[in-house]
């Protein structure tokens, strides 16, 4: 079974800068391609950026330039790097791991005050 825990979600002002974290556990972490999603109230969750198991990365065009998604195998971690955050960032982030069979983490809260 396959355990992914996010953090580093919290308060920021726009313009800020947040670092989330997704900690892998229970599986060989370096064959999964990761990804995060984010869902803001009233609206379907969206792919915000994926990262191969080889390290080819792709992000949504709203994120293009301000989010860079990286993964250090040995630490079974996937990272989210948000600079030049915007209001209508504001969702709860997931992290999802993918091969053969999918999994979710529980999400973390991100809110950027105007």
């Known amino acids: 079974q396959v355990q992914l825990v996010e953090s580093g979600g919290g308060l920021v002002q726009a313009g800020g800068s947040l670092r989330l974290s997704c900690a892998a556990s229970?599986?060989?972490?370096?064959?999964?391609?990761m990804e995060w999603y984010r869902q803001a109230p009233g609206k379907q969750r969206e792919l915000v950026a994926h990262?191969?198991?080889?390290?080819?990365?792709n992000y949504a065009d709203s994120v293009k330039g301000r989010f860079t998604i990286s993964r250090d195998n040995a630490k079974n971690t996937v990272y989210l790097q948000m600079n030049s955050l915007k209001p209508e960032d504001t969702a709860v982030y997931s992290c999802y791991a993918g091969y053969l069979k999918g999994y979710w983490g529980q999400g973390t809260q991100v809110t950027v005050s105007s």
């Open positions: 229970g599986t060989i972490f370096s064959i999964y391609a």
């Open positions: 990262i191969s198991s080889g390290g080819s990365t």
